[in-house]
């Protein structure tokens, strides 16, 4: 058959599709049939990136990430994913249309290939945390005996549980006082699976600026963060506006196809671009908005602040973050033009996202009470991100962290049943890493669930005397 006689093969059935799919709701298939164009591109991307992830960094098998796919839309299910472990790279297809690939690239994971990515096959990925601390107890190295065996037995139970109810748990693990009290791995999982946390990726990009700032680099008041902001009032928004979310910006998260956040995801060369000539719709920090562009932005000015290149950035990651804390098993991605993903495209052990949620326990020391002990977050700085913001709509959200209690007794807890105090990283299909400082705990959950988890139900089942404070 011949590229045109293909060709128009494949537009017959997508017209057919598309006509089959206006009877349906959107809810069912997870888009708008109008956005069959859409649909298209953002599938194959969809599928190359998270197909590439999937295999390459994590370790899943085709079935697997098929299953994960459709899981978001069962349109997925249309696609054909083709695995070449020699390039190495995915590439995927909608009904023989829309062909998009991803490369891997040892130490930096997977990419799309939209635009000249050439530059990062030249990349220097630093080494990761040294061997010598191979014999060190977690955090600062891999050794954990600490393990209760009625908290790994509750564990055990609960990620059964999840996974009887249809939550796909994948990793649950649980610090206590500062050790790893339990942890529990779904059959094909362990704690060296460098497991997706989607948009928990912003709460280490917030750590990252604050790394940056105890070295002197940045400060959160800093503003006038882009040239083409400089002659109008976005020239006022700082890096805490930023932060927070609250940058005023005309932004807004949806994943749709055609819609700006999946476009900035899964269809652009630079991430960071979609925000940087949106308008004002509030005075910076009066509002506060969720956006995943708002990271975007803030890691690509970082980068700047850094030196300016691909290789700034990944110094910076590996050097002051990565080896430091002793997370050996993290991969940080970057989009075609060599910045860091800042919103979603985290990948870590669960022990690893553990020592970021320790971290932040620990007022930002690491390795508290041992040899190892180093400050690596400004004095203070966990306590800001961990406070209500002042926005006048929305401020149980701190520095890329949700919060459980916003900044009025009033306020509704996020979830009921955990303590005031809690506050977490989140991502999608219900990746949490929880930090209650009253209790000196962090639960982590990772896994593939299109409902809502239950979080403070499986906090409360491990900790049952915990106190509540009442609103």
Not at 117 to 144: F, K
Not at 149 to 156: E, F, G, I
Not at 191 to 204: D, V
Not at 264 to 279: C, D, R, T
Request: net charge negative; aromatic share 8%.
């Amino acid at each position: 058959m011949t590229r045109t006689r293909r060709a128009l093969s494949s537009l017959i059935v997508v017209a057919i599709l598309a006509t089959a799919l206006s009877f349906a709701s959107r809810a069912l298939l997870g888009f708008y049939p109008w956005h069959i164009g859409s649909v298209v591109s953002v599938a194959s991307a969809f599928g190359a990136k998270v197909g590439c992830s999937g295999f390459f960094v994590t370790g899943l098998d085709k079935q697997q990430i098929m299953d994960d796919l459709a899981n978001y839309s069962p349109v997925n299910r249309l696609l054909t994913l083709e695995i070449d472990t020699r390039l190495p790279a995915v590439s995927a297809e909608l009904l023989g249309m829309g062909r998009t690939s991803a490369s891997y690239r040892p130490g930096l994971g997977c990419t799309l290939n939209i635009g000249d990515t050439s530059h990062l096959d030249q990349l220097n990925v630093p080494s990761s945390p040294a061997i010598v601390g191979d014999q060190l107890p977690w955090p600062a190295g891999p050794v954990i005996d600490t393990i209760l065996l009625p908290r790994q037995v509750q564990l055990d139970v609960i990620l059964e549980q999840d996974n009887i109810e249809g939550f796909d748990t994948r990793a649950l693990l649980l610090v206590e006082n500062g050790v790893v009290t339990a942890e529990s791995y779904a059959e094909g999982f362990s704690a060296e699976t460098k497991l997706l946390g989607w948009s928990m990726a912003k709460s280490l990009s917030a750590v990252m600026i604050g790394r940056a700032e105890a070295l002197g680099i940045i400060s959160r008041s800093d503003a006038g963060l882009f040239p083409n902001w400089a002659e109008d009032e976005r020239n006022e928004i700082n890096v805490e506006h930023m932060l927070q979310m609250a940058s005023g910006l005309e932004l807004e998260e949806i994943y749709a196809p055609g819609g700006d956040t999946t476009r900035m995801l899964f269809g652009s060369h630079n991430a960071a671009s979609i925000g940087l000539n949106k308008p004002l719709a509030h005075r910076p920090g009066e509002h506060s908005v969720y956006t995943s562009a708002t990271t975007n932005m803030l890691v690509h000015w970082l980068q700047q602040q850094l030196g300016g290149t691909p290789q700034h950035s990944l110094n910076f990651l590996y050097n002051e973050l990565l080896q430091p804390m002793a997370m050996g098993h993290t991969i940080f991605e970057m989009d075609p033009s060599g910045a860091l993903v800042g919103s979603s495209f985290a990948y870590a052990s669960a022990r690893d996202w553990a020592r970021l949620g320790q971290l932040m326990l620990d007022d930002g020391v690491i390795n508290q009470g041992s040899p190892q002990e180093r400050r690596l977050l400004p004095a203070g700085w966990v306590k800001a991100a961990s406070t209500p913001n002042r926005s006048s709509n929305e401020s149980r959200y701190g520095y890329h962290f949700w919060l459980n209690q916003g900044a009025a007794t009033s306020d509704e807890r996020r979830y009921p049943l955990l303590p005031s105090d809690a506050y977490y990283m989140s991502g999608s299909r219900q990746q949490f890493v929880l930090m209650v400082p009253s209790q000196n705990l962090v639960l982590v959950r990772l896994g593939w669930s299109k409902n809502k988890y239950p979080l403070d139900k499986r906090y409360r089942a491990l900790v049952p005397q915990a106190q509540i404070k009442e609103s």
